[in-house]
């Protein structure tokens, strides 16, 4: 039953995330700068970092005027590095989320200023006039910029780009998976927590939640690099591979990259446990769906 309601809750949470970026991210920016932006970040992804912040807010029982603006500007985030990305000075891709990346659709410079334009939106976005107070505001302004520039994702994809070709250990591996996606992730519930009252153990709690959660995540998409066909993925699949690009599959092994997701998971679940919030049920069925998920 619980799995239900959950499925219930993520379809009416990603429909409150789309309204709301449809509604936030404009179509009359000029020379078509709009569409580029709203081709990027609309009717595509599985909003996995939204619904991460939405969850972790109604776990801290916390103002959902401000997770739902969190929630919108972290996926602003997510889609405008995906836009880059797929450029070809990064990694130079034609598909995401099932239909051409953005540069195909749109010609490189419209997509380098969509993706711009995007990662300032976001910011706009966690700052409106009225309705969320303003050291709340600060406080989840400065959460999202550590996790997106030079000490997260940022940082994180050049040494992913640093490191093509060469041979990587478990440790670096992590640190860079760490900085690439998991920044992101784990801001992502801490997020939604500062929407909200936390003691200082249960902050730490969910900090360690979601660093597990966001490494997890990393590997179970380095596995369905390797296991899934392009239009399950809905990107193209081994690209890391021919890109002689280090993941976990090419570190570890496929079955230890199992065996280690499956561990992470456990991570994560621990430490949500050792929260001790007793409205985190989401969270839990999250880190599941993470470390199960096909696509």
Not at 4 to 19: C, G, I, P, S, T
Request: charged share 20%; aromatic share 4%; glycine share 8%.
């Amino acid at each position: 039953m619980k799995r239900a309601e959950f499925d219930l809750w993520a379809r009416a949470e990603q429909d409150a995330v789309e309204v709301a970026l449809e509604a936030w991210v404009p179509a009359d920016a000029p020379a078509g700068l709009g569409l580029a932006m709203r081709y990027g970040v609309l009717d595509g992804g599985k909003r996995v970092r939204p619904l991460l912040v939405l969850a972790a807010c109604q776990a801290v029982h916390g103002l959902r005027d401000a997770a739902l603006r969190a929630a919108c500007a972290v996926e602003l985030i997510h889609a405008y590095s995906l836009v880059h990305d797929d450029m070809p000075c990064m990694d130079n891709d034609i598909l995401r989320r099932g239909k051409p990346t953005v540069h195909v659709q749109f010609g490189e410079a419209q997509a380098m200023l969509a993706g711009d334009a995007m990662q300032a939106l976001a910011f706009e976005v966690l700052t409106p006039d009225t309705g969320v107070p303003p050291l709340l505001q600060a406080r989840l302004c400065s959460l999202l910029a550590r996790a997106a520039g030079h000490a997260g994702m940022a940082g994180g994809q050049a040494i992913d780009l640093a490191s093509i070709g060469l041979p990587l250990d478990e440790h670096v591996l992590r640190d860079m998976h760490h900085r690439k996606t998991g920044a992101l992730l784990q801001t992502s519930v801490l997020m939604g927590a500062a929407c909200g009252e936390t003691t200082a153990d249960q902050w730490d709690a969910l900090a360690a939640f979601g660093d597990a959660l966001g490494l997890a995540f990393q590997v179970v998409d380095d596995i369905l690099d390797v296991t899934q066909a392009s239009e399950t993925l809905g990107k193209t699949a081994g690209k890391d591979v021919d890109n002689n690009k280090p993941t976990y599959v090419t570190v570890l092994g496929l079955q230890a990259a199992r065996r280690h997701a499956a561990d992470l998971r456990d991570q994560a679940q621990a430490a949500l446990a050792r929260s001790g919030l007793t409205d985190a049920a989401w969270l839990s069925l999250l880190a599941d769906k993470v470390v199960e998920r096909d696509n």
